[in-house]
């Protein structure tokens, strides 16, 4: 995931490809030999539904786009995957809005994570497999229904493992637990604060936060989660919307917390300084509060960013505080996350981490999608579907009309049954 691959692993539309690409090769039939599955994914090129930021803005942006993929862009060490799952991440909000930086200028196809099933291997790829299920993650490209990624950044999922689970996985774990165990350095006896408590990032810290022996955490979140997220592993859910969450803290625990993660930025960073103990860390992840409706808004931003936290090194020895910040995709170290997954992993196994599914949206529903996070109404991962919506599931809206038509059936029944009476009674005068 290092900044010079990214633009790789994502799928070009058909008019970003160069002149001089070479066409795909003339089908052929399938032979019978070790390389069958790449050799016959080759014969045409697939048609593949994508999710494409056309240009920045509201949600109309997003647009469902079918684009052809020829397999033989497939090079030595990558695997072709069948998209099963896609995550949407709150850096998705900003990218339509044009506040993600590292996600590339409009036409981009967007996602930075999936899992899905590998129907073809390149050359010297040897740890993978055609029918493998595995879970991959790249900066964008991700929303699409066959992606080509490098197979040493696919990770096999466990058996028991859903696809969807395995969609919800990277991104929000990840952040978790690097934010947790790499940065604030989690120990036994600590005290933690979340926002957004309901969120995908959000119960990933609570869960991974109980794998760690009497470890508090404060939550907020509105009213209607509580019970969930307090079921989840919250000790102390919070209602921001209606209590001064700071009083509420002081008021369980005086001295404040150990470690605050702040995925708000502007004043509630401040805040959050305000609440660590000494020797207290509090790391930066986010700022939600930027994001206010549909499309970007600037008094929103310049107020996020006047209230933002500004301080000295001296201040900070002073008080004896940790301030830093966190961002998944400025971590150049492939290794490490590699290690983190196969962690996270090994935690999935053990019955220690579960993602929680919020709900699931077919491509054609990516606006629904989108406005149910942007509204913070999900508790939990939202996740994206490639595959197109089944009539089957349209059924309900189709169910008023053979009633429409039988009312219309009678109607005409009775109109033809007087014409006939009137017909017979005019015969009688």
Known sequence: MSGEEAPTQQLQPEQEKKPDEPPPAAPEPPLESEGSPAAAAEEKELPCRALVLTGYGGYD??????????????????VLIRVKACGLNFAELLGRQGLYELLPAPPVTMGMEGCGVIEACGEDVKDRKVGDRVITLARSGMWQEVV????????????????????????????????????????????????????????????????????????????????TISQGGVTHPIDYRTKDYVEEIRKISPKGVDIVLDPLGGSDTQKGFSLLKPLGTLLVFGAANCVTGQKKNLLAMAKTWYHQLSLSALKLMQVNKAVGGFHL??????????????????????????????????????????????????????????????????????DPEPVESEEKTGAAVSEQKEEVAEEVQAEKD
């Open 148 to 227: 080509i990624v490098p197979a040493d950044r696919t990770f096999l999922m466990p058996e028991q493992m859903s696809f969807e689970e395995g969609a919800a996985l990277p991104v929000n774990y990840l952040t978790a637990y690097m934010m947790l165990f790499e940065m604030a350095n989690l120990r036994p006896g600590k005290s933690v604060l979340i926002h957004m408590a309901a969120g995908g990032v959000g119960v990933a810290v609570t869960q991974l936060c109980r794998t760690v022996q009497d470890v508090t955490v404060f939550g907020t979140a509105s009213a209607s989660k509580h019970e």
């Open 61 to 78: 942006k997003v647009k469902m786009q079918v684009k052809a993929l020829s397999p033989s862009q497939l090079k030595a060490g990558e």
């Open 329 to 398: 995709g400025y971590i150049p170290d492939e290794e490490l996350i590699s290690r983190t997954m196969v962690t996270l992993l090994e935690l999935y196994k053990q019955g220690k981490i579960k993602p929680r599914i919020d709900s699931c949206y077919h491509f054609e529903e990516v606006t629904d999608a989108m406005k149910r996070m942007h509204e913070r109404q999900n508790i939990g991962k939202v996740i994206l579907l490639p595959e197109a919506k089944k009539k089957e599931e349209e059924k309900p809206k189709s």
